[in-house]
C-alpha cells in the first residue's frame, strides 16, 4: 500500500515535467498573440493538427508504459528493456510512415477544416515544419514510459525544464526576428518546437547512458525486431492508442466547430484552452502515477488495494485543483492577460475560463478513476468508455456549435459534461467490472 508521501513523491516530478512542458504551447500562444489573431488561429489548428497524430504515438507508450510497470513491479528487470527498445523501433516506422501522410494529405484535411483562406494559409506554413518534431517527440515518449514505468520520474522534470528554455529562448528568436534572424511568425514558433523536441531526446540519450544500469534492465544489447514482444505490447496499447486519437480527435472537431463562429472566438478558444491545458497539469500528473502505481502494485501484491490507491490518488487530485480553481475564478483578467493585451478579447474570454474551473473539479476525479482503469491492463475497456463519452461529446458540439451557433462560453460546457460522463461510467466500471484477473 503506497502512502501519501510515496504518491507525491511518484507524482511531482511528472508535474513539474508537464509543467515545463506545456510551457512551450504556452510559449507559442503568448508569442503568437502577439503578432495577431490569424497566426493565433493558425497554430491553434496546426497544433491541433500535430497533436491528434501524436496521441497515437503517445497512446502506444501509455501501453508500454503499463507494461513496463507491471513488469518493474514483479521484479523481472531484464524484461523492461526489449519493451522499451521495440517501441521504440516501432514508433520510428511509424513516425516516418505518418509524415509522409501528413506530407500528402495534411492541405486537404485542412481545407476542409477550414473556412478561413488566411488561417489556412498560416496553418500550412506552420505545419510543413511541425511535423518534422514526429521523429523526436515519438522517442520522446518512449524514454517517457520507461522512467514512469520504473517510478524514476525525477529525469522527467529535468528534461522538461530542458525542451522548456530551449523553445522559450528560439521562439523570442525565430518570431520576432531577434539576434540577425529574418521574423518568421508562425513558422519561427513551429521550428523552434521542433528543435525543442530534438533537444529533449539528446538530454534522454545522455542521461540514461550515463545514469541507467543497463544490464539490470536489459537496455544493454539492442535485439533485432521481435514480432512476438511487439504483439504483446500492441496488445495492450492499441486501445490506448485509438483512444487518445478518438480523444484528441473530438478536441479537434471542437475547433472546427469555433472557427466557423468568426475569428474572434478561435482567438479566444485557442487561449482558454492553454489555460485550460495549464490548469489539467496537476491532474494528470496524479491521474499518470495511478495509472502506474496501479500497474506496479498489481504486479508486487495482486489487486486487494487497487481502488484504495485510486480513492486515495483521487482525493489528493481534488484538493488540488480546488485551489487552482479558487486562484483562476479570482484573477481571470490576470491570466488570460498572460497571452494577449487586447482588453476585449479578454472581457469576452472570461466567461469561458468560469465554465473551464467548474469542468476541472470534475476532471480532477475522472482522470485518476479512468487512468485507474488503464493501470490495471484493462485498456479495451478503457476504450469502450471513451467511446461511450465522445459520442456525446461529438452530439453535443456539433449541435450548440454548429447548428446553434452557441456564444463561445456556453461551447465550451462540453468539458463538463464529457468529464461528468468520464467519471460516472468509470467509477462504475472498477466497482463492479471484471478487470481483477487481467494478465499483461
Known sequence: MYTNRQIWNVSYPIFLSLLAQNVINVTDTAFLGRVGEVELGAAAMGGLFYICIFTIAFGFSTGSQIVIARRNGEGRYADVGPVMIQGVF???????????????????????????????????E????????????????????LYIGITRTKVLTINAVVMAITNIILDYIFVFGKFGFPEMGVKGAAIASVIAEASSILFFFIYTYI???????????????????LLRILNISCFTMLQYFLAMG?????????????????????????????????????ATTSNTLVSNAIGREGTGNVLVIIRKIAKMSFMIMFVCVVVASLFPQAILSVYTNEAELIRQAVPSVYVICVAMLVASLANVYFNGISGTGNTQAALYLEMITLVFYVSYIVFIGMYIKAPIAIC????????????????????????????I
Open 211 to 229: 545514469t541507467v544500469d543497463f544490464r539490470k534492465y536489459g537496455l544493454n544489447h539492442f535485439r533485432s525486431f521481435d514480432p512476438q514482444l
Open 250 to 286: 473530438t478536441w479537434f472537431v471542437f475547433f472546427v466547430a469555433v472557427e466557423r463562429l468568426g475569428q474572434r472566438e478561435l482567438a479566444i478558444a485557442n487561449i482558454v484552452r492553454s489555460i485550460y491545458i495549464m490548469m489539467l497539469i496537476p491532474v494528470n500528473s496524479l
Open 412 to 439: 465550451f460546457t462540453i468539458e463538463i459534461l464529457y468529464y461528468t460522463l468520464l467519471f460516472v461510467t468509470s467509477y462504475i466500471y472498477l466497482k463492479r467490472g471484471d478487470w481483477r484477473n487481467k494478465k
Open 126 to 145: 506552420f505545419l510543413d515544419w511541425r511535423i518534422f518534431g514526429f521523429f523526436f517527440s515519438f522517442v520522446n515518449v518512449m524514454f517517457r514510459a
Open 90 to 124: 516501432f514508433l520510428l516506422v511509424m513516425a516516418t510512415m505518418l509524415f509522409g501522410f501528413s506530407k500528402a494529405f495534411a492541405q486537404p484535411i485542412m481545407g476542409v477544416m477550414i473556412s478561413s483562406d488566411k488561417i489556412l494559409d498560416a496553418t500550412m
